[in-house]
T-cell receptor, first 114, second 112 residues
Framework: AQSVTQPDIHITVSEGASLELRCNYS??????LFWYVQSPGQGLQLLLK??????LVQGIKGFEAEFKRSQSSFNLRKPSVHWSDAAEYFC????????????FGTGTRLLVSP | SQTIHQWPATLVQPVGSPLSLECTVE??????LYWYRQAAGRGLQLLFY??????ISSEVPQNLSASRPQDRQFILSSKKLLLSDSGFYLC???????????FGSGTQLSVL
């Protein structure tokens, strides 16, 4: 069965610094990959998704992610973090046969220091 | 675009009491609907999904049940809540294989 690993539970980044959140997946084929953000007290918002094609995916709010098949990774990056980016970030994977079994990682909490 | 209404936003219930969380979807028809739970310190876990009225699939054995009485209505229920049912419950909807997943704002359930 597919699984998603986000090895960092918490990450603290200074405002203006670059950010990289790690995500590794386990799946026998190339899955659909997603990054979601959950702000305090709110639901999830889709940042970006990868289905096929260009392995560098651009998302909303200045985020991007790169799919690396050889490393089974889909790391999320942002060149300059803003204080409003403080939130919980979830990586997710779905089988490429449909969305019925979207599997989420445990999440990474991003703290932004002034 | 789709809008998902989920209520209540927060709920405190005693152990052994019943539960009913409702989710309704606007702006689409015949969506796939999902209930997820996020327990403290854990990731999101898929509880139920539904591809149509009256069609419910359960991902994990548990104390909860789901029903879909109408195309855009998805209800999560329990006859007797357990302490372990505490968590953040999210309703989600997707239309089409490549459409993005929309999430409701969630319900924070505390069972005391």
């Amino acid at each position: 069965a597919q699984s998603v690993t986000q090895p960092d539970i918490h990450i603290t980044v200074s405002e203006g610094a670059s950010l990289e959140l790690r995500c590794n997946y386990s799946y026998g084929a190339t899955p659909y990959l997603f990054w979601y953000v959950q702000s305090p007290g709110q639901g999830l918002q889709l940042l970006l998704k990868y289905f096929s094609g260009d392995t560098l995916v651009q998302g909303i709010k200045g985020f991007e992610a790169e799919f690396k098949r050889s490393q089974s990774s889909f790391n999320l990056r942002k060149p300059s973090v803003h204080w409003s980016d403080a939130a919980e970030y979830f990586c997710a994977v779905a089988m490429n046969t449909g969305f019925q079994k979207l599997v989420f990682g445990t999440g990474t909490r991003l703290l932004v220091s002034p | 675009s789709q809008t998902i209404h989920q209520w209540p936003a927060t709920l405190v219930q005693p152990v052994g009491s019943p539960l009913s969380l409702e989710c309704t979807v606007e702006g689409t028809s015949n969506p796939n609907l999902y209930w997820y739970r996020q327990a403290a310190g854990r990731g999101l876990q898929l509880l139920f999904y539904s591809v149509g009225i009256g069609q419910i699939s359960s991902e994990v054995p548990q104390n909860l049940s789901a029903s879909r009485p109408q195309d855009r209505q998805f209800i999560l229920s329990s006859k007797k809540l357990l302490l372990s049912d505490s968590g953040f419950y999210l309703c989600a909807s997707v239309v089409g294989e490549h459409e993005k997943l929309f999430f409701g704002s969630g319900t924070q359930l505390s069972v005391l």
